[in-house]
C-alpha cells in the first residue's frame, strides 16, 4: 500500500552519530522497517562533529549543517525539493524545525518528552529559560493541530496537557536481540556481590554521579557497570579514581553481544535519569529477564510498571534503600524479573513500525 511512498524525515541527530541516543534508535528501527516495505526515507540530519559509528540503515541519511543550523538548513533543503517528498516526519528534541510553518501536506511529529530541566544542563542562563519558554508556550502552539505521535499514555496525558490537540501514544519495540540467559545461569547466587548496571549516554540528564553517590553505600555487597559514553566519561572515571571504586566498572561503549551479555549477568538494572521519552534500557534489560529500580520520571513509569515489573523511585538518594530492600529479598527479584520479561516481550518494532506508517497513511490518504 505504500510502496514508493516518498518521506523526508527531519532530525537534530541521526543514527550513526557519535551522540545518538535513544530517540535515534527509534527513529532507526521504525524507518528501517518502512524502508524494507518500499518506503523511500531521506533523513535530513546534523553534520556529526566527530567520527560516525557503523551504520547499517537501509535508508538514505543526509548530513546537513551544524549541531543549531541543521534546522534552517534541512527545512530549507526539503522545501526547495518539495516535490520529491509525499510527506514529512519531524523529529522534535527540544528545538523545532517549525514543520507547521512551511510543510502543508502530511507531516506527522515524533515527540518523545518535554526538556524541562535539560535547558540548565545545555545551556547558560538567559538561553536556558528562553528554550524552556520556547518549548512550553511557543512550540504547543505552533504544532496544536499536527499530528503528534509519543511514546506511551504517560507521555499523551502530558502533551494534552501542555495544550497539544492532537496525540497519539505508540509503545516501542525490543530488539529481538536480547532474550534470557540460557538454563543454569544462576543470577540469584549468594556466593557473589549483587550484580548492578546502568546503560546510556553519559550525559547530564542521566545523573551519572548521583547514581554513584547512591550505589556506594552497598559496595561491600554489590557491583555496578556503567555501559555508554559521552561528554562525562572523564568526570566519571575522576570520581571512581577519588573515590577507590573497585566496585564500579565503566565499559564504555560495547558491542551488541557485550551489552546482551552484560544484561543477562545482571541481577538488576538502575537508572537515575531526570527525563526520559521511554526507559529503553530498561525494556532491553527486562527481555533478558533483568528488572529494574529506577527514578520516577515520565520514560521511566511508562516502561516499568511500579511493583510489578520493577520500582521507581522518587530521588536519586532513594536508590539506595530501594536496591538494599530488593537485594535481601530474591523472591521479589524474582518476582520482578518474571513480570519484566512477559511485559518486554510483547512490545514489538513491527507492530510499532506497522502502526506508525498506518498513522502517516491516514494523512496521506
Not at 43 to 65: E, K, Q
Not at 98 to 111: A, D, E, H, M, Y
Not at 179 to 207: H, M, W, Y
Request: proline content about 7%; overall charge negative.
Amino acid at each position: 500500500m505504500y510502496d514508493g511512498l516518498r518521506v523526508a524525515v527531519l532530525s537534530w541527530r541521526g543514527p550513526g552519530d557519535p551522540d545518538a541516543g535513544g530517540s535515534e534508535l527509534h527513529a532507526n528501527e521504525i524507518l528501517s522497517r518502512w524502508a524494507q516495505h518500499g518506503v523511500e526515507v531521506t533523513f535530513f540530519a546534523r553534520t556529526p562533529p566527530s567520527a560516525t559509528r557503523s551504520s547499517t540503515s537501509p535508508f538514505s541519511i543526509v548530513n546537513i549543517g551544524s549541531e543549531y543550523s541543521v534546522f534552517a538548513r534541512a527545512a530549507a533543503r526539503v522545501i526547495r525539493r518539495r516535490q520529491r517528498f509525499d510527506a514529512v516526519v519531524e523529529i522534535l528534541n527540544g528545538v523545532p524545525f517549525c514543520s507547521p510553518l512551511w510543510w502543508r501536506g502530511p507531516k506527522v511529529v515524533w515527540l518523545h518528552h518535554p526538556h524541562t530541566e535539560m535547558w540548565e544542563e545545555r545551556l547558560p542562563f538567559p538561553l536556558a529559560q528562553v528554550g524552556r519558554w520556547n518549548e512550553s508556550t511557543v512550540i504547543p502552539k505552533m504544532y496544536r493541530s499536527t499530528r503528534v505521535i509519543t511514546l506511551s499514555e504517560p507521555g499523551h496525558r502530558d502533551l494534552v496537557a501542555a495544550g497539544f490537540n492532537n496525540v497519539t501514544a505508540i509503545e516501542p519495540g525490543v530488539s529481538p536481540l536480547f532474550c534470557t540467559p540460557p538454563e543454569g545461569n544462576d543470577q540469584a547466587s549468594t556466593d557473589r556481590p549483587f550484580r548492578l548496571i546502568a546503560v546510556g549516554r553519559l550525559a547530564p540528564v542521566k545523573r551519572w554521579i548521583e547514581l554513584l553517590d547512591a550505589i556506594e553505600p552497598l559496595a561491600d555487597r554489590a557491583t555496578l557497570s556503567v555501559v555508554g559514553d559521552g561528554p562525562l566519561a572523564g568526570e566519571l572515571q575522576q570520581w571512581k579514581d577519588d573515590h577507590r571504586a573497585d566496585w564500579l566498572q565503566l565499559l564504555g561503549h560495547v558491542s551488541d553481544d557485550d551489552l546482551l551479555g552484560n544484561y543477562q549477568e545482571a541481577d538488576l538494572l538502575v537508572s537515575a535519569s531526570s527525563a526520559e521519552g521511554w526507559g529503553m534500557t530498561i525494556t532491553e534489560a527486562a527481555r533478558c529477564g533483568t528488572p529494574a529500580i529506577a527514578t520516577n520520571v515520565l520514560g521511566h513509569s511508562a516502561a516499568i510498571v511500579d511493583d510489578v515489573t520493577g520500582e521507581l523511585v522518587a530521588t536519586p538518594n532513594d536508590l539506595t534503600d530501594a536496591i538494599q530492600r530488593l537485594m535481601q529479598d530474591p523472591e521479589r527479584l524474582r518476582r520482578y524479573a518474571d513480570a519484566a520479561h512477559r511485559r518486554a516481550s510483547s512490545l514489538s518494532w513491527d507492530d510499532a513500525a506497522t502502526r506508525h506508517l498506518h498513522e502517516l497513511g491516514r494523512l496521506i490518504t
